[in-house]
C-alpha cells in the first residue's frame, strides 16, 4: 500500500508541507481522539470554512487571497463531522496534486464540486481520495490503530475520525491479511 512519500514524489512540495503531512496521522490529539484536520490545513496555510453548499457537495477548494497559501477549503455544514473531515483531507489533495500553485487562472476552472456532473475528472476525485486515505491510514498508522484497539471497529473508526464504511474500506486496502 502507498505512504506518502509515494503520494508526494516528484510533485512540488516544500520540505516543511511533507513534514506537516508526514506527521499527521502520527499525532492523534489523545486517546480516542482524532488528530485535527483544520489544524492540519490551517497549518500548511489554508483557511478553512463550514458553509451552506448544495446537497451532495461535500465541500471545495476556492481562491483566498487573503489566505496564507492562497486557498480556502470549504466544507458542507449540513454534513455529518466525519464527511467534513474528509472533505478538507480531499481539497488538501486537490491542492497539492492538481492545483497549478503558479497559475490561478489555470486551477479557477477546476473548482471541486465533488459529487456534482459538471465538474468531475473521475481520475483526480480518485487520487484526491487515495491522498485523503494515505493521510490518515498510511505509513503503518492503520496497522498501529489495529494493535493498540484490535479489530474495534468503533474505537478505530473514532481513532481516525471516519465513517465505518470509510474504515472498512481502509482495512481492506490497507491490512487484507488482518
Ligand atoms: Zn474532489
Known amino acids: 500500500m502507498k505512504n ?3 503520494i508526494l514524489k516528484g510533485r512540488r512540495v ?4 511533507r513534514k ?4 499527521f496521522n502520527l499525532s492523534p490529539s ?5 488528530a485535527s484536520v483544520k489544524k492540519l490545513a490551517e497549518t500548511l496555510g489554508f483557511e478553512v470554512e463550514q458553509v ?3 446537497p451532495g457537495v461535500s465541500g471545495c477548494l476556492v481562491q483566498e487571497l487573503f489566505a496564507e497559501n492562497g486557498y480556502r477549503i470549504e466544507v458542507n455544514q449540513r454534513q455529518r463531522v466525519e464527511a467534513r473531515r ?8 486537490h491542492y497539492f496534486l492538481h492545483a497549478d500553485h503558479t497559475d490561478p487562472f489555470a486551477f479557477g476552472m477546476n ?9 468531475t475528472n473521475p481520475q483526480e476525485e480518485r487520487e484526491a481520495n487515495e491522498f485523503a486515505e494515505v493521510l490518515l491510514f498510511g505509513d503503518n498508522a492503520l496497522e498501529a490503530a489495529l494493535d493498540l484497539y484490535g479489530k474495534n471497529i468503533e474505537n478505530l473508526r ?4 471516519v465513517s465505518e464504511k470509510t474504515l472498512r474500506i481502509a482495512l481492506r486496502q490497507f491490512c487484507p491479511n488482518r
Open 158 to 161: 473514532r481513532h481516525f475520525g
Open 52 to 54: 451552506d453548499l448544495p
Open 4 to 6: 506518502m512519500s509515494d
Open 14 to 17: 516544500s520540505a516543511r508541507d
Open 20 to 23: 506537516l503531512l508526514r506527521i
Open 86 to 93: 474528509w472533505a478538507v483531507l480531499h481539497e488538501i489533495g
Open 111 to 119: 473548482l471541486d464540486r465533488s459529487g456534482e456532473t459538471f465538474y
Open 30 to 34: 489523545g486517546a480516542r481522539k482524532a
